[in-house]
Nanobody, 114 residues
């Protein structure tokens, strides 16, 4: 499987960004998927997860009410809409299955300035 994330960038606190992740491979539609992030000096954490049917099943407490995960199985793509961004959301964002595949994409950098 290959994972390609995009959509990151630099945004001011309070702003919004939308991330996308395209996954190759026929197993995408049968897997729960998630967005993970890793901030400098911290462990990678699961931010949001969605079932294969498109129901969000997990949001980290720190992003509840601000982030929305969604997916389009026809396009092998998952999305993360991030609103009301905070400096502490600064991280490299990755997508992967839940539970994770061994392969990771390159991630996409999100930087939120105060």
């Amino acid at each position: 499987v290959q994972l390609v994330e995009s959509g990151g960038g630099l945004v001011q606190a309070g702003g919004s960004l939308g991330l996308s992740c395209v996954a190759s491979g026929s197993t995408f539609s049968i897997k729960a998927m998630g967005w993970y992030r890793q901030a400098p000096g911290k462990q990678r954490e699961l931010v949001a997860a969605i079932t294969r049917g498109g129901s969000a099943i997990h949001y980290a407490d720190s992003v509840k009410g601000r982030f929305t995960i969604s997916r389009d199985n026809a396009k092998n793509t998952i999305y993360l809409q991030m609103n009301s961004l905070k400096p502490e959301d600064t991280a490299v964002y990755y997508c992967n299955a839940v539970p994770k595949w061994s392969t990771w994409g390159q991630g996409t950098q999100v930087t939120v300035s105060s």
